[in-house]
């Protein structure tokens, strides 16, 4: 059998380097989508890991609140989590399912030893947060450019959204989805287009006409201011003349706006009553304004507030020390108060007219820092 010995290596080495080209075949011919799935079931149980090492962090330092928070994230990307499961109180069953454990008693409030070191840890843990969300936020972009780059344009749509939900900030991933850095702000195309049309109503609205005669709230506080008036508005303001037209404008299309997008008609008009905007300089003033003009019976609020509002008559007053953007506060309580009377004068839903007001200041200038 000598003759055999020799051919018996070199058969099985032929087999090996066969078998070695079946594979790297199969390998070579896995499809873009299947790799697709792959790349994007890794990703997923990595970024579940993520939010479970930073919980486990927290959860050391008895920030229970955190920990929790960032567990029940990780189960949701990866719902067969077991320390996750076992650390949110869950009980694995004997089919595999996780149940609710009644036993488990799985902290939810932070315990930290002291107050001061519950603030830090909180400071600690939102840096931590954010570089874990930018890493998390790359790895998926990467992905919707390799799904980009295989003609999968769903999937790279799928991906960048994942990105960009994780980083709102992340500039390839936005530029990828058709978003457009107007102003420091992510807009859509539609949303750009939105703005340069509004941007060229309040340009077209009126500014109103000069008014010459001494008002009331001139006489009451001592103090000299520049007005002007539409049919609808009159603003009293310590910033000019120029700068009152300009908020006049803005009052004027924020109502055409709201009318228009809640679909109400104004005949007869909504508000019947001219709208009286007071804009003042300091707090003193402000405070003496509450004192002796504001409509209002009950001026408690009034006065710890930025400003005053009233509904019947409609009028808005503030001041600059407050720190509101006066552009700003003119659409947001044009809207406010628009919103009360579509509403009835007595049904104020604080919330819902906060929300309202800072959504239709946004959608007119591009931005909104007033609640």
Not at 345 to 353: D, E, H, M, R
Request: glycine share 6%; charged share 30%; net charge positive.
């Amino acid at each position: 059998m000598s003759h055999l010995s020799g051919r018996v290596p070199r058969v099985l080495g032929w087999a090996v380097l066969a078998l070695s080209a079946i594979v790297l075949d199969a390998q070579e011919s896995k499809s873009p989508a299947a790799e697709f799935t792959t790349r994007r079931e890794t990703l997923l149980k990595k970024a579940a890991d993520e939010h479970y090492k930073l919980g486990k962090i927290f959860f050391d330092k008895r920030m229970f609140e955190i920990s929790h928070r960032e567990f029940t994230r990780t189960i949701r990307l990866r719902p067969d989590h077991k320390d996750a499961r076992i650390r949110l109180g869950y009980k694995q069953q004997t089919d595999g399912a996780w149940a609710r454990d009644p036993k488990a008693k799985p902290e939810k409030e932070n315990k930290p030893a002291t107050y001061q070191l519950e603030e830090e840890l909180k400071l600690t843990y939102e840096g931590k947060r954010v570089e874990m969300r930018k890493k998390v936020a790359n790895d998926w972009s990467a992905l919707g450019g390799f799904a980009e780059k295989n003609g999968l344009a769903a999937e790279a749509t799928a991906a960048w959204r994942f990105a960009i939900r994780y980083n709102p900030d992340h500039s390839e991933a936005r530029k990828k989805l058709g978003y457009l850095l107007e102003r420091e702000v992510w807009v859509t195309a539609e949303e750009s287009a939105q703005f340069k049309q509004l941007r060229s109503d309040v340009e077209k609205a009126p500014g109103g006409d000069e008014v010459k005669e001494e008002t009331e709230v001139e006489k009451t506080l001592g103090i000299k201011l520049a007005k002007r008036a539409t049919g609808r508005f009159r603003i009293q303001t310590v910033d000019g003349a120029d700068r009152g037209a300009r908020r006049l404008k803005l009052a004027e299309v924020a109502r055409a706006e709201f009318l228009k997008l809640l679909e109400i008609p104004d005949d007869p008009p909504l508000v019947a009553d001219r709208l009286e905007i007071i804009q003042l300089e300091t707090q003193k003033q402000h405070l003496e304004y509450v004192e002796k003009l504001s409509p209002n019976e009950d001026k408690s609020l009034a006065r710890q507030a930025g400003g005053d509002v009233s509904y019947q008559p409609p009028v808005t007053e503030g001041f600059k020390a407050a720190g509101n953007d006066p552009e700003e506060s003119v659409i947001h309580d044009v809207i406010h108060i628009y919103l009360v009377h579509r509403g009835g004068t007595g049904a104020v839903i604080p919330w819902l007219y906060e929300g309202m007001s800072y959504t239709f200041t946004r959608r007119i200038m591009q931005q909104a820092t007033v609640f």
